[in-house]
Nanobody, 120 residues
Framework: QVQLVESGGGLVQPGGSLRLSCAAS????????MGWYRQAPGKQRALVAS???????NYADSVKGRFTISRDNAKNTVSLQMNSLEPEDTAVYYC??????????????WGQGTQVTVSS
């Protein structure tokens, strides 16, 4: 299996910053896409940002200019720098990777989620 361990969530005031990190481990042959989704209460899980193996990025319109995604291919980690946080960013954030394991077709793997709360 592929294990994803997230860190960095918490409580922050509006306008503040947080950095989420996610480390993937296991018998990984390769990782194509890494990214973050979020799910607010009563809403569906939605893409926040993703990054492919060449560094190409994709962001939700609501976070463009405020969030930055990055990855370290050598360490199989992905990070999300979140600036100018707004109460609307409050959600559980989930890390995901699309990975190939030796002898196993490419598949999506998910972290357990980390809570981000933006409130004064």
């Amino acid at each position: 299996q592929v294990q994803l361990v997230e860190s960095g969530g918490g409580l922050v005031q509006p306008g503040g910053s947080l950095r989420l990190s996610c480390a993937a481990s296991g018998r990984i042959f390769s990782i194509s896409t890494m990214g973050w989704y979020r799910q607010a209460p009563g809403k569906q899980r939605a893409l926040v940002a993703s990054i492919d193996s060449r560094g190409g990025t994709n962001y939700a319109d609501s976070v463009k200019g405020r969030f930055t995604i990055s990855r370290d291919n050598a360490k199989n980690t992905v990070s999300l720098q979140m600036n100018s946080l707004e109460p609307e960013d409050t959600a559980v954030y989930y890390c995901y990777v699309r990975a190939r394991r030796i002898g196993v077709p490419e598949n999506d793997y998910w972290g357990q989620g980390t809570q981000v709360t933006v409130s004064s």
